[in-house]
């Protein structure tokens, strides 16, 4: 009789720490996916760029960069050092202009991409796939557009912070911070950040940074082997 009840105790003893643990796996998985950001920035390489690059190497911190293609021709140093310090190069197209992007040939978009993308690997020999429609996915990336993007192969990631620093860089850039700060309210990771290559910007990333890791958030950068989806349309194609 004692055997039998101490067999029947340390079966539910082990049941009980099995579940524990599992739980405890299954908690700390959800935990570290739903604590990974992914800063952005938009328009470059310009005479801002550096300064963002330095604040990153200063916090051991990486990014990504959707680069305009006559950028990308103006300032090659730029972007092979985007490269070299371990950030990751993307596209944003030649024009950055809602009527030739968007109107005419639904190939317009993949066009631009693809120049954008030849000129990038001219100059740094990076070959990179993940793009960014200017002024986001919706409502201008109709199906015929997304079509000819999917059928070239790129990969197109939209965003689910908008600081809006482009508004707020020379007036108010504290609001920049108070727009991530708000921004990650109630959202569950990964969690990507448009930021774009400015002034205000990069006064307010040092600060913006430290704020995410004492949230317990992990900043990373783009792997296109492990990708995932991050567009509105939530078009499972990219």
């Known amino acids: 009789m004692f055997k039998k009840t101490t ?4 079966a539910m003893l082990l049941l ?6 599992s739980a405890e796996s299954t908690y700390a998985a959800e935990t ?20 963002i690059l330095d ?10 960069f959707f680069m305009i293609e006559g950028n990308i021709k103006r300032n090659p140093k730029t972007v092979q050092r985007v490269i070299k310090e371990g950030n990751y190069p993307a596209l ?13 040939s639904s190939k317009n978009v993949a066009i631009e991409m693809e120049k954008t993308r030849q000129t990038l690997l001219r100059v740094s020999k990076f070959n990179s796939k ?15 557009l997304r079509d000819a993007l999917a059928k070239k192969g790129f990969k197109m990631w939209d965003w689910d912070i908008d600081t809006l ?11 920049i911070t108070l727009r991530v700060k708000s921004g990650l309210k109630g959202k569950k990771g990964p969690i990507v950040i ?18 995410l890791r004492k949230k317990g958030y992990s900043l990373e950068v783009y792997n296109p082997q492990k990708h995932f989806v991050k567009n509105f349309w939530n078009d499972k194609r990219f």
Do not use: E
């Not at 009980?16 to 643990?21: G, H, P, R, V, W």
């Not at 429609?133 to 109709?142: C, L």
């Not at 448009?194 to 704020?211: K, V």
């Open 7 to 10: 067999t029947v105790i340390l």
């Open 16 to 21: 009980i720490s099995t579940c524990f643990f």
């Open 32 to 51: 570290k996916t739903s604590k990974v950001v992914y800063l952005t920035f938009d328009d470059g390489p310009n005479k801002y760029t550096p300064k």
């Open 55 to 64: 604040i990153l190497k200063k916090k051991k911190a990486h990014a990504i």
């Open 92 to 104: 944003h197209s030649v024009s950055h202009d809602v009527r030739k992007l968007y109107r005419g």
């Open 130 to 144: 993940l793009t960014r429609a200017p002024y986001g996915s919706k409502p201008y990336m109709k199906k015929p």
């Open 165 to 175: 620093d482009w508004k707020y860089n020379r007036t108010r850039p504290t609001m």
């Open 194 to 211: 448009l930021f774009h290559d400015s002034r205000g910007t990069a006064q307010q990333l040092p600060i913006i940074i430290d704020y």
